[in-house]
């Protein structure tokens, strides 16, 4: 059943594959570590994907494709950032709301962009990297988006752990009281959280409609966003286990579409299910095991700060 | 410089006028998404609102349709409002729904051809049960192992629809449909079907459900116990513990109901509207359901009302595609903008807006 599949080059899918859910998973665990919880990775991640998707085609240029997509993703947070921040919505409600809008908004956007070709985004090249005998193909004979979004993680955690506006943000997320009465502004320091949120689902959103898949479709985010919600929770909000949770998923995700494609006796939609499966799988694991994951989410994960005083 | 403060208790007047200021709004901004798209925005939002109930035309095939929309989209919500109000976050009605439809359709073909009046009410029952148990498993992984309910009923809505795929193309397959995906037709099997009761209507067995479900509804939350606990469990969630409401049993509780009436939706709209489990039958009541229920203002009655307004832009969405060829993508944007404003407006209901000079906010 494994006979047909080449393993450097399920290795190297891999990387391609996790990549989307890897950028909007990082993006959302800096605005969760500010206390905000944005349910509406989803939405924002198909907005980046139909921006990224509309501003390559009209430029020809993957890099204004990615800029366009985190722009796009970045507007819609915006909203979301308006609504919870100086309106005081309840949060879940407007991550759904967020959702909803943006499947309809890029589906509209879409519409004269179904079934053209995206202009390719370059491979980096890496050298004599890339001439090494398995790892080579696995590894370094991918487009430079792959090489970024693992940077973009390593400086997140750098951020997070190592840097004042880091332990900052952190405080925030933790006690906004504490922090307020510390002098600083909670809502600004939120409202940025959830803008680099936006933008790095945007990314993430623009790689799968320029890179993965690459083409415009509605609905092509699949659940993505919300799979990179449960891996925040998976990673017990912590940058390194967002990429390894990150490859799991992708790992996951490449296995099934090759058993797919080599026409695997299980039927397609066992197949299909299986990356949503084994996420609940994984958030049950992570949520039983004695409460770790729990203990070590921010503390004022979805409340809303009113300064009174 | 505007300021909020804090209403000492919620404004009796806004929480009942918010819901109308946000249809207008969305009224005024839909229209500007319709003329960015290059249609008259006053022909427009007249095609949606006012031409599926008034237009000499179309009225007499719109108004039925009202109903057909309206009930499934009622009956989730009123199931959906109990659980946001005390917290339990259910978002998975999509996938109830579709669960109930295989169930429900799964019950009555395993009998097919048998005639017998005890058919369609077994159906009924098997397609709850499909919904509940759909909705057991985030609810018993959310009380035994603190599994987020959110991510949990979500997930299982992709996993729902691969099973209607599967189901569409396998098990439930007709077997004398030339091998094409798509089961036996349901309303036209007399023992299966859910005719429109009254001719010109739109009235089925689904709109009853959901006029007893509103009733229930009101019922439950103003006259029970458990509707009281189902309010202090989501605006006290530590009075309520106190007070000894078990958040397990509101947990598995508000889940189980929403997940019946949802699966039940789905029976109603498979035997009936929709005709057959197929693979496009998943049509998103299950999310526009949420919709509704903060329209209605988690109010039984109140989602009453919104689900029939939404129904009439479902309805209106289609007309204005047909006339206007507005794309019907931008109904679902116009549905998602509605509920930025509703809980946008929700504001005045706790707040006061003043105008202050600057001080140090």
């Given at each position: 059943m494994f006979g047909s599949i080449d393993p450097a080059l399920l290795l190297a899918a891999l990387m391609v594959n996790s990549v989307p859910i890897m950028l909007a998973a990082t993006g959302e665990l800096v605005t969760e570590k500010a206390g905000v919880l944005n349910l509406g990775v989803e939405g924002m991640m198909i907005m980046g994907a139909m921006c990224g998707f509309a501003t390559a085609v009209v430029t020809g240029s993957p890099l204004l494709g990615f800029l366009g997509g985190a722009l796009g993703a970045l507007a819609l947070s915006l909203v979301f950032g308006v609504l919870t921040?100086?309106?005081?919505?309840?949060q879940v409600a407007t991550g759904l709301a967020l959702t909803l809008f943006g499947l309809g908004l890029s589906s509209l956007i879409g519409q004269g962009y179904v079934g053209i070709k995206p202009p390719a985004t370059g491979k980096l090249d890496l050298g004599p990297l890339?001439?090494?005998?398995?790892l080579g193909r696995a590894l370094?004979?991918?487009?430079?988006m792959v090489y970024v979004s693992i940077l973009l993680v390593a400086g997140v955690w750098w951020m997070l752990t190592h840097s004042r506006a880091g332990l900052i943000l952190r405080a925030v997320g933790e006690s906004h009281e504490a922090a307020h009465a510390l002098g600083y502004k909670v809502t600004r320091i939120r409202f940025l959280a959830i803008l680099f949120g936006g933008a790095m689902a945007g990314l993430g959103g623009a790689y799968i409609s320029l890179v993965r898949v690459p083409q415009w479709t509605d609905g092509i985010t699949a659940g993505a966003g919300w799979i990179a919600l449960a891996i925040v929770v998976f990673a017990s909000w912590r940058p390194w286990r967002v990429l390894a949770g990150a490859y799991l998923f992708g790992g996951v995700t490449v296995l099934q579409l090759n058993l797919q494609a080599a026409g695997s006796a299980i039927p397609v939609q066992y197949l299909s299910m299986a990356p949503y499966l084994i996420t609940i799988l994984v958030l049950v694991i992570m949520s039983s095991g004695r409460g770790k994951a729990a203990l070590n989410a921010p503390a004022c994960l979805g409340q809303n700060f009113h300064a009174s005083r | 410089m505007l300021r909020l403060e804090k209403r000492p208790s919620p404004s009796a007047f806004w929480q009942k006028a918010s819901p109308f200021l946000a249809v207008i709004l969305t009224m005024i901004a839909g229209g500007i998404m319709f003329w960015i798209l290059g249609k008259n925005p006053v022909e427009a939002i007249r095609t949606i609102f006012w031409d599926p109930l008034f237009n000499a035309q179309f009225a007499s095939y719109s108004r039925p349709q009202l109903l057909v929309k309206a009930a499934p989209l009622i009956l989730i919500a009123i199931g959906l409002s109990l659980g946001f109000r005390a917290g339990v976050w259910n978002i998975g009605a999509e996938g109830q729904y579709i669960m109930g439809a295989i169930f429900g359709a799964a019950a009555g073909l395993a009998v097919y051809p048998v005639e017998s009046r005890l058919i369609f009410p077994a159906m009924l029952m098997a397609g709850a049960l499909g919904g509940w148990l759909w909705a057991m498993i985030p609810a018993v992984l959310k009380t035994v192992f603190r599994t987020n309910e959110i991510l949990v009923s979500l997930l299982l809505v992709y996993v729902a629809q691969n099973i209607l795929a599967m189901m569409a193309l396998g098990?439930?397959?007709?077997?004398?449909?030339?091998?094409?995906?798509?089961?036996?037709?349901?309303?036209?099997?007399p023992a299966m079907a859910n005719p429109e009761m009254v001719a010109g209507t739109g009235m089925h067995w689904g709109v009853v459900a959901a006029f007893m479900a509103v009733i229930a509804g009101h019922v439950l939350l103003q006259r029970h116990l458990l509707g009281f606990q189902i309010k202090l469990a989501g605006q006290a969630p530590r009075a309520a513990r106190f007070a000894g409401v078990s958040p397990a049993r509101l947990v598995i509780f508000c889940l189980g109901v929403s997940g019946l009436l949802a699966g039940l939706a789905g029976v109603f709209e498979v035997t009936g509207p929709a005709g057959q489990i197929s693979i496009d039958f998943a049509s998103g009541y299950g999310f526009t359901a949420i919709i509704v229920a903060f329209l209605g203002r988690l109010n039984p009655v109140g989602i009453l009302f919104a689900g029939l307004l939404m129904a009439l832009t479902y309805i209106g969405g289609e007309l204005a595609q047909f006339m206007l060829s507005l794309p019907s993508a931008a109904i679902q944007a116009f549905q998602g903008m509605l509920l930025f404003f509703l809980l946008a407006t929700d504001i005045l209901t706790n707040y006061r807006i003043r105008l202050s000079q600057r001080e140090a906010a």
């Open positions: 921040q100086l309106l005081l919505t309840n890339a001439e090494i005998p398995f370094f004979a991918h487009d430079w | 098990a439930l397959r007709n077997p004398d449909g030339g091998g094409f995906p798509g089961s036996r037709n349901l309303s036209q099997i």
